[in-house]
């Protein structure tokens, strides 16, 4: 049995050989589990990759008709808003929200709120004990709570939704 095949069976990761010049050879193979993690590793950068192309190609492509539906939701919310109080505007952003079924919906839903109570008449209480998004426990408390309170307990489009509230209330 050769140097070379010693190490081989014995270690499995290092092989010795000779050269032509008659120098020794060192070559390293890598680990199954190392192939396998690089390979899962990769597949799932591709798959982002992927993700992340044909998103940008999908906005792109729609950009012009997404541009119109906003204008038209902002417009939306500035006349419902009008003459009404704030919790008017609250409570129709939340009946929307419950027809909702998927995430331009849940966006467009956002903008009628915040535009509908930024041209609402605002009572002055409104906006207490609505934390700043800056204190992040309080805030996920608070929206956990209100959406609760609404009837949409762990609803993360409702926890989203009250989100645009607090940016209203932190523009006042």
């Given at each position: 049995?050769?140097?070379?095949?010693?190490?081989?069976?014995?270690?499995?990761?290092?092989?010795?050989?000779?050269?032509?010049?008659?120098?020794?050879?060192?070559?390293?193979?890598?680990?199954?589990?190392?192939?396998?993690?690089?390979?899962?590793?990769?597949?799932?950068?591709?798959?982002?990759?992927?993700?992340?192309?044909?998103?940008?190609?999908?906005?792109?492509?729609?950009?012009?008709?997404?541009?119109?539906?906003?204008?038209a939701v902002i417009a939306e919310g500035e006349n419902f808003g009008r003459g009404k109080d704030a919790e008017a505007?609250?409570?129709?952003?939340?009946?929307?929200?419950?027809?909702?079924?998927?995430?331009?919906?849940?966006?467009?839903?956002?903008?009628?709120?915040?535009?509908?109570?930024?041209?609402?008449?605002?009572?002055?209480?409104?906006?207490?004990?609505?934390?700043?998004?800056?204190?992040?426990?309080?805030?996920?408390?608070?929206?956990?709570?209100?959406?609760?309170?609404?009837?949409?307990?762990?609803?993360?489009?409702?926890?989203?939704?009250?989100?645009?509230?607090?940016?209203?209330?932190?523009?006042?």
């Amino acid at each position: 049995m050769s140097c070379g095949s010693l190490l081989d069976s014995r270690a499995g990761h290092v092989s010795l050989g000779i050269e032509a010049d008659g120098k020794p050879r060192y070559t390293r193979q890598m680990p199954a589990w190392l192939k396998v993690i690089l390979i899962i590793l990769f597949i799932g950068a591709a798959l982002v990759a992927l993700a992340v192309f044909l998103g940008v190609r999908w906005l792109r492509s729609h950009e012009g008709e997404l541009r119109e539906q906003g204008r038209a939701v902002i417009a939306e919310g500035e006349n419902f808003g009008r003459g009404k109080d704030a919790e008017a505007c609250v409570a129709e952003a939340f009946a929307r929200l419950k027809r909702c079924d998927g995430f331009i919906c849940e966006a467009k839903t956002k903008v009628f709120l915040q535009h509908c109570v930024s041209t609402s008449n605002v009572p002055p209480a409104f906006c207490d004990g609505v934390p700043k998004r800056s204190e992040i426990l309080a805030s996920a408390t608070w929206a956990l709570e209100e959406c609760a309170r609404r009837g949409l307990a762990n609803d993360r489009p409702c926890t989203r939704l009250v989100g645009a509230l607090q940016e209203v209330c932190e523009k006042r």
